[in-house]
C-alpha cells in the first residue's frame, strides 16, 4: 500500500471518528484485542499500529559512519540554510564517555569538527585534568549546522535534531555524559532549570547517567567561573569511576 492511500485511509478514519465519536471504533477494537485463555479470564493485547510508520534509511544505521553519510545532507530546519559543513561528532565511537555542547561555531562550521576553536582547546585541557584524552572519548552537539552568528539554537532546532543524537547513543552507548553550558542540558534533558540549580546533580538519558557544567566559552569570557567547573568535572570523575570501574 502507497504512502498516498495510507494518508487516504487515516484522514477517513479521523472523519469518521470526529462524526460518530469513539464509540464506532471501541467494541471492534476490543473484539480484536481480547483473547480468552479460559473461561474465567480474559486477557487484552495490543495490537501493532494499523499502519506501522516506516523507519528512515538513517534510523538503520549499524555504524556512526554510515549515519552521518546518511544525514550529513540534512535540510530538516533552518539551520542548514548557512551551512558551510555539516558537524557530526569525533571521538571514540565506543566510548564510556560522552560530551555534548550547544552547537558548532565558525571554526567548527568550517572544519566540520566539533570544538576545534578557543573553546575546544579548553575542553580538551579540561578533560586532561580529570585524565582523560580527548580521543577516548566522544564529543558532539545538539545542534549538527552552526546557528546564525552563534545565537542560540532554537527549542525547534534543538527537537528536529535530536533523533540524531540519539542515534549515535543507541550506537555509541556511552555510560556517562557531561552537558556543557545551560542550552545544551536544556535540549538534551528538557529541563526548564537554571544552570545553577542543573549543576552538581546527576539525571538520566537514555541509557546514560548525565552531568551539567559550564560550557568553555563561558569560562573565557568569565575565568572566575572556572572554579565551579573545576568542582563539577571533579565530581563528574568520581561519577564515572563509580560505574565504569
Partial sequence: MNN???????????????????????EKLKKRKTLVVSEKKEVYMEEPALFPEEKEDWELAKSLEELEGLIKDCTECRLHEGRNKFVFGVGNPNADVMVIGEGPGAEEDKQGLPFVGRAGQLLTEILKAINFKREEVYIANVV???????????????????????????????????????TAARGLLHKKDSLTSMRGKVFEFETAKVMVTYHPAALLRNPNWKRGCWEDVQKFRQLYDEIVK
Fill in 4 to 26: 498516498q492511500l495510507k494518508k487516504q485511509i487515516v484522514e477517513a478514519l479521523k472523519d469518521q471518528k470526529e462524526i460518530f465519536g469513539d464509540e464506532l471504533f471501541e
Fill in 144 to 182: 549538527k549546522c552552526r546557528p546564525p552568528g552563534n545565537r542560540t539554537p532554537l527549542p525547534d532546532e534543538m527537537e528536529t535534531c535530536l533523533p540524531y543524537l540519539r542515534k549515535q547513543f543507541e550506537l555509541i552507548k556511552p555510560k556517562v555524559v557531561l552537558c556543557l553550558g545551560l
